[in-house]
């Protein structure tokens, strides 16, 4: 098959990139910029084409496009020289749809869980095809066995009908397109609902609005909470108990209490399709992490330098309380706050979220493309932050860093923009 995928750049349609490519297929694909996604899809075959144009489309048999991209003359010639049409949602549907899949959802955690679950299952050798939303952990298996992230921002989760799927939370994170948390909670509720009543669905007992939903299928819960099906306890290395049943401990590397709770979930979806602890248990040992999830970059002026996607104040919240737990000294903090829309409605939330950290650098909202409809500026959270510092761009927040970094401090970047170039450029000053 040859196909072109459109917002090739894009954490979700890299991942179909990298199946379509695994499989053998003949993969273009084009970005209205260059990114390290598309160098390395370039290197794993993708022919890559900068800008979008019309002839990018010629002989191909499939155009899949990125959601942001509404209107195109790319999409139209494609539509009118008879080539199939998906939107990145569709394709990602139609694959659940016909696999033997688990489907991980929340507003939160859904990236490393559904690593983790492809994770566990490769090492068990289910060999599965794992689609991770972190631009660079998919990968395509050879049997009928797929795990994928799945997306609430813009609706399109009501299109995934997997066989069995895991909530990791609800919470508003998109208001741009619904309301209200209720409205998020109600498209999660229809998700569920899609569940197969022979299907299987892994609610995280720690979340009231996920906890609360109401599948067909068969219903399990986990987390910290008591009476969850699988409960887990913030320790090193971690227990995980069935009931009452203590199953054993998990000796996983990343830090932070959200990551235990993440562990098992991807531990009780892997209990409950039949693989034995141990196994589970060994395979999140050796599990690397996602891309971007509190990942290390390097060093500068003899700090650590870490980068992260928190961009929600959930996320964000949770990021430092892990932080806090690696050595260091004290803990620098820069924020690319992410869409005008969000940083307007949670502005409050995301002035408490900063707490554990030592000062906090604060950029210029990225927009994704969004007008700046309430006049909402970046300078309005650093001035509702304790120890929180208006920067606005790279070299300022770069030439403030430098004033103040020393030996074993930690600086911790966090955004869903543009942010890791920052953090690229600092951890190759050495």
């Not at 509404?70 to 749809?97: F, T």
């Not at 196994?279 to 390097?298: C, I, K, M, N, S």
Request: include cysteine.
């Amino acid at each position: 098959m040859r196909a072109h995928l459109m917002g090739v750049g894009g954490a979700g349609v890299s991942a179909l990139a990298r199946v379509f490519l695994a499989r053998g297929d003949e993969v273009s694909g084009c970005d209205l910029k260059e990114s390290e996604t598309t160098s390395e899809l370039e290197a794993e075959g993708l022919k890559f084409v900068l800008g979008h144009n019309p002839e990018h489309v010629l002989g191909q048999d499939l155009l899949v496009y990125s959601g942001a991209i509404k209107k195109s003359p790319e999409l139209d010639a494609a539509r009118a020289m008879g080539v199939k049409v998906l939107s990145r949602a569709e394709m990602l549907a139609q694959m659940i749809n016909d696999a033997d899949s688990i489907a991980v959802a929340g507003t939160a955690g859904k990236t490393t869980v559904t690593h983790m679950v492809g994770h566990i299952l490769v090492i068990a050798g289910y060999d599965p095809t794992v689609l991770v939303g972190d631009g660079s952990s998919a990968r395509a298996g050879k049997t009928e066995w797929l795990v994928a992230e799945t997306d609430e921002s813009d609706g399109t989760l009501t299109l995934h009908h997997p066989q069995r799927a895991i909530v990791t939370n609800i919470e508003l994170d998109h208001p741009d397109h619904f309301r209200d948390v209720s409205a998020v909670r109600d498209l999660f509720q229809w998700f569920i609902e899609g569940l197969p009543q022979s299907g299987l669905a892994v609610l995280c007992a720690d979340d009231e609005l996920a906890r609360e939903l109401k599948p067909k299928a068969r219903k399990i819960t986990y987390g910290f909470r008591q009476g969850a099906t699988y409960r887990c306890e913030h320790a090193r290395p971690f227990p995980i108990y069935r009931g009452v049943d203590l199953l054993g401990h998990v000796n996983l590397r990343q830090p932070g209490r959200h990551n235990i709770q993440n562990a098992t979930a991807a531990a009780a979806m892997a209990l409950e399709i039949g693989i034995g602890f141990n196994d589970v248990a060994a395979a999140l040992h050796t599990f690397p992490g996602a891309h971007r999830r509190l990942e290390f970059l390097g060093v500068f002026q003899g700090a650590t330098v870490y980068d992260d996607y928190a961009h929600h104040p959930t996320k964000v919240r949770a990021t430092i309380e892990a932080a806090r737990e690696l050595r260091h000294r004290r803990l620098l903090v820069v924020f690319q706050p992410h869409r005008y829309s969000r940083l307007s409605a949670l502005m409050h939330d995301f002035a408490r979220a900063f707490d554990g950290a030592d000062r906090v650098y604060v950029l210029d909202v990225y927009s994704a493309g969004e007008e700046n409809v309430s006049g909402v500026r970046a300078s309005d959270l650093a001035h509702q932050i304790p120890h929180g510092i208006y920067v606005g761009d790279f070299v300022k927040a770069k030439e403030a860093l430098e004033e103040i970094v020393g030996p074993d401090d930690l600086v911790l970047l966090m955004g869903a923009g543009d942010i890791k170039k920052l953090g690229d450029d600092l951890a190759h000053q050495n």
